[in-house]
Protein backbone atom coordinates (compact mmCIF):
# COMPACT_ATOMS: atom_id res chain seq x y z
CA UNK A 1 0.00 0.00 0.00
CA UNK A 2 2.02 3.02 -1.28
CA UNK A 3 -0.71 5.73 -0.55
CA UNK A 4 -0.74 9.02 -2.11
CA UNK A 5 2.53 9.17 -5.15
CA UNK A 6 3.32 12.29 -6.94
CA UNK A 7 5.08 12.13 -10.18
CA UNK A 8 7.55 14.01 -10.96
CA UNK A 9 8.87 15.20 -7.68
CA UNK A 10 10.65 18.36 -9.24
CA UNK A 11 10.22 19.84 -12.95
CA UNK A 12 11.36 23.22 -14.40
CA UNK A 13 9.35 24.95 -17.15
CA UNK A 14 10.03 27.66 -19.47
CA UNK A 15 7.11 30.02 -19.86
CA UNK A 16 4.43 28.75 -22.16
CA UNK A 17 5.31 25.38 -22.26
CA UNK A 18 2.54 22.38 -21.03
CA UNK A 19 2.70 19.68 -18.58
CA UNK A 20 0.84 17.17 -16.72
CA UNK A 21 1.23 16.32 -12.75
CA UNK A 22 -0.09 12.88 -11.88
CA UNK A 23 -1.60 11.76 -8.94
CA UNK A 24 -2.08 8.03 -7.85
CA UNK A 25 -3.74 6.55 -5.00
CA UNK A 26 -3.98 3.16 -3.99
CA UNK A 27 -6.75 3.18 -1.00
CA UNK A 28 -9.60 3.20 -3.24
CA UNK A 29 -10.54 6.65 -1.49
CA UNK A 30 -13.56 8.63 -3.65
CA UNK A 31 -12.26 12.08 -3.16
CA UNK A 32 -9.12 13.67 -4.57
CA UNK A 33 -7.51 16.62 -4.42
CA UNK A 34 -4.79 19.40 -6.37
CA UNK A 35 -3.41 21.75 -3.98
CA UNK A 36 -0.81 24.32 -4.31
CA UNK A 37 1.37 26.29 -1.80
CA UNK A 38 3.52 29.25 -1.82
CA UNK A 39 6.38 30.15 0.36
CA UNK A 40 5.88 31.04 3.70
CA UNK A 41 1.81 30.37 2.84
CA UNK A 42 -0.77 27.88 3.70
CA UNK A 43 -2.50 25.51 0.43
CA UNK A 44 -4.55 26.59 -1.95
CA UNK A 45 -7.24 24.21 -3.50
CA UNK A 46 -7.00 24.43 -7.08
CA UNK A 47 -9.58 21.46 -8.15
CA UNK A 48 -11.21 18.61 -7.02
CA UNK A 49 -12.59 15.43 -7.52
CA UNK A 50 -15.60 13.81 -5.52
CA UNK A 51 -15.56 10.58 -8.06
CA UNK A 52 -14.43 9.01 -11.30
CA UNK A 53 -15.05 11.33 -14.19
CA UNK A 54 -16.04 14.23 -12.26
CA UNK A 55 -13.81 17.11 -10.82
CA UNK A 56 -14.87 20.74 -9.95
CA UNK A 57 -13.12 24.34 -9.17
CA UNK A 58 -11.30 24.95 -6.10
CA UNK A 59 -10.31 28.60 -4.69
CA UNK A 60 -7.33 29.38 -7.43
CA UNK A 61 -8.34 26.91 -10.63
CA UNK A 62 -7.35 29.32 -13.29
CA UNK A 63 -4.37 28.01 -15.51
CA UNK A 64 -5.10 24.43 -14.55
CA UNK A 65 -7.26 21.63 -15.70
CA UNK A 66 -7.86 18.65 -14.18
CA UNK A 67 -8.82 14.61 -15.09
CA UNK A 68 -10.72 11.78 -13.37
CA UNK A 69 -10.62 9.35 -15.95
CA UNK A 70 -10.04 6.64 -13.48
CA UNK A 71 -10.71 6.28 -9.90
CA UNK A 72 -7.41 6.12 -8.63
CA UNK A 73 -5.42 8.51 -10.77
CA UNK A 74 -5.97 12.75 -10.60
CA UNK A 75 -4.33 14.40 -13.54
CA UNK A 76 -3.43 18.48 -12.76
CA UNK A 77 -2.27 20.05 -16.43
CA UNK A 78 -0.54 23.44 -17.38
CA UNK A 79 -1.29 24.39 -20.73
CA UNK A 80 0.95 27.37 -20.99
CA UNK A 81 2.95 27.22 -17.79
CA UNK A 82 3.41 30.94 -16.35
CA UNK A 83 6.24 32.09 -14.06
CA UNK A 84 3.49 32.99 -11.31
CA UNK A 85 2.75 28.85 -11.07
CA UNK A 86 6.23 28.16 -9.64
CA UNK A 87 4.80 26.66 -6.65
CA UNK A 88 4.69 23.06 -4.67
CA UNK A 89 1.61 20.97 -5.72
CA UNK A 90 0.62 18.77 -3.25
CA UNK A 91 -2.16 15.76 -4.18
CA UNK A 92 -4.39 14.52 -1.27
CA UNK A 93 -7.12 11.91 -1.23
CA UNK A 94 -10.26 10.66 1.17
CA UNK A 95 -12.60 7.80 1.67
CA UNK A 96 -15.89 9.09 1.67
CA UNK A 97 -16.70 8.17 4.43
CA UNK A 98 -13.31 8.93 6.59
CA UNK A 99 -12.68 12.31 7.67
CA UNK A 100 -9.02 12.73 7.09
CA UNK A 101 -7.23 13.53 3.95
CA UNK A 102 -4.12 12.28 3.12
CA UNK A 103 -1.94 13.82 1.31
CA UNK A 104 1.60 12.99 -1.34
CA UNK A 105 4.99 13.96 -0.82
CA UNK A 106 4.70 16.99 -3.35
CA UNK A 107 5.93 18.27 -6.20
CA UNK A 108 8.07 21.13 -6.64
CA UNK A 109 7.29 23.29 -9.65
CA UNK A 110 9.49 26.19 -10.96
CA UNK A 111 8.60 28.32 -14.12
CA UNK A 112 11.34 30.00 -15.44
CA UNK B 1 -16.21 27.63 6.28
CA UNK B 2 -15.21 29.74 9.45
CA UNK B 3 -11.96 31.64 9.21
CA UNK B 4 -9.72 30.69 11.88
CA UNK B 5 -7.04 32.64 13.90
CA UNK B 6 -3.41 31.27 15.41
CA UNK B 7 -0.49 32.72 16.66
CA UNK B 8 2.22 33.03 14.22
CA UNK B 9 5.18 31.10 16.04
CA UNK B 10 5.85 29.30 19.16
CA UNK B 11 8.24 27.45 20.93
CA UNK B 12 8.78 24.83 23.61
CA UNK B 13 11.17 22.82 25.29
CA UNK B 14 11.41 18.79 24.28
CA UNK B 15 9.66 16.81 26.66
CA UNK B 16 7.12 19.45 27.95
CA UNK B 17 3.54 20.29 26.64
CA UNK B 18 3.07 22.10 23.55
CA UNK B 19 -0.30 24.05 23.69
CA UNK B 20 -1.10 25.47 19.98
CA UNK B 21 -4.38 27.64 20.38
CA UNK B 22 -6.89 28.24 17.83
CA UNK B 23 -9.84 31.14 17.63
CA UNK B 24 -12.84 30.10 15.75
CA UNK B 25 -15.42 32.42 16.59
CA UNK B 26 -17.53 32.38 13.74
CA UNK B 27 -17.90 28.63 13.65
CA UNK B 28 -21.14 27.21 13.74
CA UNK B 29 -22.84 24.57 15.22
CA UNK B 30 -22.40 21.92 12.85
CA UNK B 31 -18.80 22.73 12.06
CA UNK B 32 -15.78 20.79 12.66
CA UNK B 33 -12.54 21.42 13.60
CA UNK B 34 -9.60 19.72 12.13
CA UNK B 35 -6.01 19.67 12.92
CA UNK B 36 -2.83 19.26 10.62
CA UNK B 37 0.58 19.35 10.23
CA UNK B 38 3.27 20.25 8.16
CA UNK B 39 7.02 19.32 8.47
CA UNK B 40 9.66 21.19 5.82
CA UNK B 41 8.95 19.72 2.75
CA UNK B 42 6.02 17.41 3.17
CA UNK B 43 2.93 17.03 2.95
CA UNK B 44 0.06 17.62 5.60
CA UNK B 45 -0.53 15.13 7.99
CA UNK B 46 -3.76 14.53 9.97
CA UNK B 47 -3.77 14.82 13.36
CA UNK B 48 -6.92 15.25 14.98
CA UNK B 49 -10.57 16.33 14.14
CA UNK B 50 -13.34 17.35 17.34
CA UNK B 51 -17.06 18.91 16.85
CA UNK B 52 -17.76 19.29 20.10
CA UNK B 53 -15.87 16.96 22.60
CA UNK B 54 -12.40 16.54 23.98
CA UNK B 55 -10.94 14.00 21.78
CA UNK B 56 -7.65 12.06 22.66
CA UNK B 57 -5.83 10.02 20.06
CA UNK B 58 -1.95 8.34 19.85
CA UNK B 59 -0.63 11.86 18.71
CA UNK B 60 -2.48 14.85 20.83
CA UNK B 61 -5.53 15.68 22.40
CA UNK B 62 -8.00 18.47 21.30
CA UNK B 63 -9.74 20.53 23.87
CA UNK B 64 -12.56 22.61 22.60
CA UNK B 65 -13.72 25.15 24.70
CA UNK B 66 -17.86 24.70 25.79
CA UNK B 67 -19.16 27.64 23.33
CA UNK B 68 -16.71 26.58 20.70
CA UNK B 69 -15.35 30.00 19.73
CA UNK B 70 -11.81 28.33 20.24
CA UNK B 71 -9.77 25.37 20.77
CA UNK B 72 -6.47 23.92 22.01
CA UNK B 73 -4.13 21.11 20.67
CA UNK B 74 -1.58 19.63 23.49
CA UNK B 75 0.91 17.62 22.22
CA UNK B 76 1.90 15.81 25.90
CA UNK B 77 5.15 15.59 25.47
CA UNK B 78 7.19 17.55 22.46
CA UNK B 79 9.94 15.78 20.75
CA UNK B 80 11.78 17.49 18.26
CA UNK B 81 10.46 15.34 15.28
CA UNK B 82 7.45 17.48 16.14
CA UNK B 83 8.70 21.28 14.85
CA UNK B 84 6.29 21.40 12.24
CA UNK B 85 3.63 24.01 11.38
CA UNK B 86 0.39 23.51 12.51
CA UNK B 87 -2.93 24.00 10.99
CA UNK B 88 -6.42 24.46 12.67
CA UNK B 89 -9.13 24.40 10.15
CA UNK B 90 -12.78 24.59 10.42
CA UNK B 91 -15.30 23.06 8.31
CA UNK B 92 -18.49 22.15 6.79
CA UNK B 93 -19.92 18.64 7.42
CA UNK B 94 -21.48 16.29 4.58
CA UNK B 95 -24.33 18.02 4.47
CA UNK B 96 -23.35 21.74 4.10
CA UNK B 97 -20.51 21.02 1.74
CA UNK B 98 -20.17 17.73 -0.39
CA UNK B 99 -16.65 17.98 -1.39
CA UNK B 100 -14.87 17.35 2.06
CA UNK B 101 -12.23 20.24 0.83
CA UNK B 102 -10.23 21.99 3.48
CA UNK B 103 -9.04 25.39 3.84
CA UNK B 104 -5.67 26.11 5.26
CA UNK B 105 -4.98 29.16 6.76
CA UNK B 106 -0.77 30.37 7.56
CA UNK B 107 -0.98 27.92 10.59
CA UNK B 108 1.38 28.22 13.54
CA UNK B 109 5.09 27.25 13.11
CA UNK B 110 6.24 25.18 16.15
CA UNK B 111 10.06 24.89 17.24
CA UNK B 112 10.58 22.13 19.97
CA UNK B 113 14.08 23.41 21.54
CA UNK B 114 16.41 20.54 22.59
Known amino acids: NAGVTQTPKFRVLKTGQSMTLLCAQD?????MYWYRQDPGMGLRLIHYSVGEGTTAKGEVPDGYNVSRLKKQNFLLGLESAAPSQTSVYFCASRLDSNNEQFFGPGTRLTVL | DAKTTQPTSMDCAEGRAANLPCNHSTISGNEYVYWYRQIHSQGPQYIIH???NNETNEMASLIITEDRKSSTLILPHATLRDTAVYYC???????????????FGSGTRLLVRP
Open chain 1, 27 to 31: MNHEY
Open chain 2, 50 to 52: GLK
Open chain 2, 89 to 103: IVRAPLMMDSSYKLI
